[in-house]
């Protein structure tokens, strides 16, 4: 089984600063690929990016990174020069690569940003 | 290319009455998925299917609750005598593959707003 954990329930940043969102997961699976979802208000779930377990280098796409820490099993996203389109609902999530397994959320993060 | 898309966005319903949720997945995806999204929580796995069939009902909550996929293609997830407790958003997402990596990322639809009065 696995469990993903986001301790921030909101955070708050201004326009163009960077910041980081976090998360921590929980699985006995040698094999997994960890996720981050952007939800904003109307409704739909967007994937934003993904990082494999044995990827050597941590993921990157555009303006979001994943700062992957396997040891610590933590799989925080960091936006750069955050944007008002970026205030949203952050999800962490997982999936091990063992056979058949779905994706497991995190309860989320609501970031807002500011003017 | 088009999306997930699910019909219909707000669904609203009495206790007791049944209701059909529908799903559009992208196309040339194999893997289908349902989820239920209560508030103030992250999305919760209720079925799987991998073609035709299902794989994984497990996160059905009852036999109240089911689903179909008859061509490969669509699917509609099905309520029986629904219950207030049922209202929720329910997630449709599709996949390519499941075999693990960065093509088994699954893209979700804009959800179905079910509420049970």
């Known amino acids: 089984a696995q469990k993903i954990t986001q301790t921030q329930p909101g955070m708050f940043v201004q326009e163009k600063e960077a910041v980081t969102l976090d998360c921590t997961y929980d699985t006995s699976d040698p094999s997994y690929g960890l996720f981050w979802y952007k939800q904003p208000s109307s409704g739909e779930m967007i994937f934003l990016i993904y990082q494999g377990s044995y990827d050597q280098q941590n993921a990157t796409e555009g303006r979001y990174s994943l700062n992957f820490q396997k040891a610590r099993k933590s799989a925080n996203l960091v936006i750069s020069a955050s944007q008002l389109g970026d205030s949203a609902m952050y999800f962490c999530?997982?999936?091990?690569?063992?056979?058949?397994?779905?994706?497991?959320f995190g309860k989320g993060t609501m970031l807002l940003v500011s003017p | 290319g088009a999306g997930v898309s699910q019909t219909p966005s707000n669904k609203v319903t009495e206790k007791g009455k049944y209701v059909e949720l529908r799903c559009d997945p992208i196309s040339g995806h194999t893997a289908l998925y349902w989820y239920r999204q209560s508030l103030g929580q992250g999305p919760e796995f209720l079925i799987y299917f991998q073609g035709t069939g299902a794989a994984d009902d497990s996160g059905l909550p009852n036999d109240r609750f089911f689903a179909v996929r008859p061509e490969g293609s669509v699917s509609t997830l099905k309520i029986q005598r629904t219950e207030r407790g049922d209202s929720a958003v329910y997630l449709c997402a599709s996949s390519l593959l499941t075999s693990g990596g960065a093509r088994d990322t699954q893209y979700f639809g804009p959800g179905t707003r079910l509420t049970v009065l």
């Open positions: 999530a997982m999936r091990a690569n063992s056979g058949y397994s779905t994706l497991t």
